[in-house]
């Protein structure tokens, strides 16, 4: 199990009923996921990169096919067996509106490890440490209201990463994001991809993000488009 | 975490916590005001002169003769202290006065001054001039319409007949040393106040006395079971208490009560409402920070009991600053009260004077119901967006606008 594939989906499905209107956002859809890679979703609007990352994510639930997540099926798990695996697995890093509004930088990359139960001590240690690797070192007392979008996303990562979860899911990361705020985030995200061996799978349209991809997965219309490795 | 979701979005949760607490202020004030007027009108009927509890030698009610009396009064009131009440003996016997070519019937009453004032108020309804005293016996206190029939004023004499305890003939000149205001209508037309002492010696009565009033000391305590302690302390003798000796005015008091509680509900009914769309706000404004804690991982439980301790904490510093206002408010019109002459002048309710003054008052139910009301409430309303926002699928939240 340790060396298989990290996620892998087989022939999902995804089928969402609008009214009276079937929309087949996902269409047989297989893939596999290395541990330790470095994988963008690309594919033009509505060919279905959130649905696939919020299926992974356990988010959302297939409407056919199998999804597993380091060899677990999902559709086996409990509700609370699927919120804990969120909340010690994987690392969520949204469009927008990643962050609690109420907590401060520190608190939110704090909130899961918490949850989590560590002890204070540690939970200080590795969160201090890891806004520091996303170079927000001085920037810890802010609420998300006092930062900027791109220092926003990096408390998102800075808290999808200290958990050290098995991968991290992100979607669009740069969309709202200036490109040199968007080279520094993936440059960050690069470095932890290498140094910390965390599998990170995002989804963008920005061909300068593709291009810092090891692996570019294209989708069109819920089918896979294209795969291709690079290095 | 609830406590800084509480203190961090500082405009939301004063508005909340405001929202509420004026609720439960105006919750607090109504029910003050609710029981202030029951309680006023308690106190117009047993306050001022009949006591909550009456004991007279059996006969007495039906045919109040000036041998029917209650034994070893004193004996009586000291064993009725012991037992949490104020007990004040009295004495009553029919004379005629004159003063000045006109004559009216009198209705003489001994008063015992230590004990009387600690039963009723009868001390503090002096109109004109002044209250007995011990070291004046023939200075007497008088009702309102009797010094108007009599056409007597402060310092006049009045000439005093009747017949004694031993058949003799007992008459005495006395003056006028305070006049009543309104308190009810036999006192108003035939009271005449005179000292205990100098009502035996004038009379001729030794032994025994015509009526024990008695209130109870905590006025909390249950009327009829206040009575029948009292009837157990004084065997043989006739025991009733106010709302017998007053079934009418008990009566209208009974139906206040129940449309005060009617009023109290409609108006608790509409801060409900306040309370039920704070909550509401509350938590479906922020339906999409929900979704991103449980999409990282936080459990609908945890979800629920976030909101719920929220609520819960809300609704603590809200009746905190509710009851840290609403007290001193009610305070305040407990003592001055709301002068509502210029509505109703002197209104009489069944042979009793009813004070124009509207009080609050403040009693354990007053203080705890509003509270208690509220908890109820903010659970009841906050339980459906918890419940909500707990179930909430994390996509369906992340994506609610
Ligand atoms: N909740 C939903 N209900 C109905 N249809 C949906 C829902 N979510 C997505 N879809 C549809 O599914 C398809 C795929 O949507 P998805 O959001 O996955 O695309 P995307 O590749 O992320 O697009 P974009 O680049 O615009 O974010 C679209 O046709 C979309 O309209
Ligand atoms: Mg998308």
Redesign the interface.
């Known amino acids: 199990m340790d060396n298989g594939p990290i996620i892998k989906l087989e022939n999902v499905t995804k089928v969402y009923h609008q009214g009276k209107i079937n929309v087949t956002a996902i269409d047989g859809f297989s893939v596999a996921v290395d541990k330790g890679d470095f994988t963008a979703l690309c594919g033009p609007s509505g060919s279905g990169k959130t649905t696939i990352l919020?299926i992974v994510?356990a988010?959302?639930v297939p409407t056919a096919g199998r999804v597993t997540l380091e060899g677990n099926d999902l559709a086996d798990l409990s509700?609370?067996a699927l919120?804990?695996?969120?909340?010690?697995r994987i690392g969520?890093v949204?469009q927008a509106?990643?962050?609690?509004?109420?907590?401060t930088a520190y608190?939110n990359a704090e909130?899961?490890l918490a949850?989590q139960g560590m002890p204070e001590r540690e939970r200080r240690a590795r969160v201090m440490e890891m806004l520091k690797e996303v170079g927000l070192e001085g920037l810890e007392n802010r609420?998300p209201e006092e930062l900027s979008g791109g220092q926003q996303q990096r408390v998102a990562i800075a808290?999808a990463m200290v958990t050290q979860p098995a991968v991290i899911l992100a979607d669009e990361p740069t969309a709202n994001l200036d490109s040199a705020t968007a080279a520094s985030l993936l440059s960050i995200m690069e470095h932890l991809n290498i140094s910390h061996g965390i599998t990170f799978l995002f989804s963008t349209h920005d061909q300068r993000v593709m291009d810092r991809a090891r692996r570019i997965i294209t989708l069109r219309d819920g089918k896979l488009a294209g795969d291709e490795r690079k290095g | 975490m609830a406590l800084?979701?509480i203190s961090?979005?500082r405009v939301r949760s004063a508005i909340t916590i405001g929202s509420m607490a004026f609720a439960g202020f105006i919750m607090l004030f109504f029910a003050a005001l609710g029981q202030g007027l029951l309680y006023t009108m308690e106190q117009n009927a047993v306050g001022v002169y009949l006591g909550d509890i009456q004991i007279h030698a059996p006969g007495y009610l039906g045919d109040p003769d000036l041998y029917t009396r209650v034994p070893d009064p004193n004996e009586l009131v000291a064993k009725l202290k012991a037992a949490g009440f104020n007990a004040t003996p009295r004495l009553f016997g029919f004379g005629l006065a004159a003063a000045s070519g006109t004559s009216a019937g009198i209705w003489m009453r001994g008063v015992d001054l230590i004990n009387e004032p600690k039963v009723t108020m009868i001390d503090r309804q002096v109109m004109e001039g002044a209250w007995l005293s011990a070291d004046k016996p023939k200075n007497v206190v008088i009702g309102k319409k009797l010094a108007h029939t009599l056409g007597v004023k402060l310092g006049s004499e009045i000439v005093v007949v009747s017949q004694a305890a031993d058949g003799s003939m007992a008459n005495d000149i006395y003056f006028v040393r305070g006049i009543l205001k309104s308190v009810g209508d036999a006192i108003d037309q035939g009271g005449f106040l005179m000292v205990d002492t100098e009502f035996r010696r004038l009379m001729g009565v030794t032994e025994g006395t015509h009526e024990i009033a008695v209130t109870r000391v905590n006025k909390d305590r249950d009327l009829s079971e206040a009575a029948r302690t009292v009837a157990a302390l004084a065997p043989g003798m006739e025991v009733k208490d106010w709302r017998q000796l007053q079934p009418v005015l008990a009566k209208m008091i009974d139906v206040m009560d129940t449309s005060l509680l009617f009023m109290l509900f409609i108006a608790y009914s509409a801060v409900g409402m306040v309370i039920l769309n704070a909550m509401l706000m509350n938590v479906f404004e922020r339906i999409?920070?929900f979704g991103?804690?449980?999409?990282?991982?936080?459990?609908?439980p945890?979800v629920f009991s976030l909101i719920m301790a929220e609520a819960m904490l809300e609704a603590v510093i809200a009746n905190v600053l509710a009851l840290g206002a609403g007290i001193p408010v009610v305070r305040h019109f407990e003592k001055h009260g709301i002068d509502l002459s210029s509505l109703s002048s002197g209104a009489s309710l069944a042979g009793m004077a009813f004070d124009p003054i509207w009080y609050c008052k403040l009693t354990a139910r007053t203080l705890t119901m509003p509270v208690w009301f509220m908890f109820v409430m903010v659970l009841a309303a906050v339980i459906y967006p918890a419940l909500k926002a707990a179930l909430l699928?994390?996509?369906e939240a992340?994506h609610h606008q």
């Open positions: 919020n994510g988010l959302d509700r609370t919120s804990t695996m969120r909340r010690d969520f949204f509106y990643n962050l609690i509004p109420v907590l608190e909130f899961v949850l609420r808290r | 800084r979701n961090r979005k999409r920070e991103v804690m449980k999409a990282i991982g936080v459990t609908p945890q699928k994390p996509l992340l």
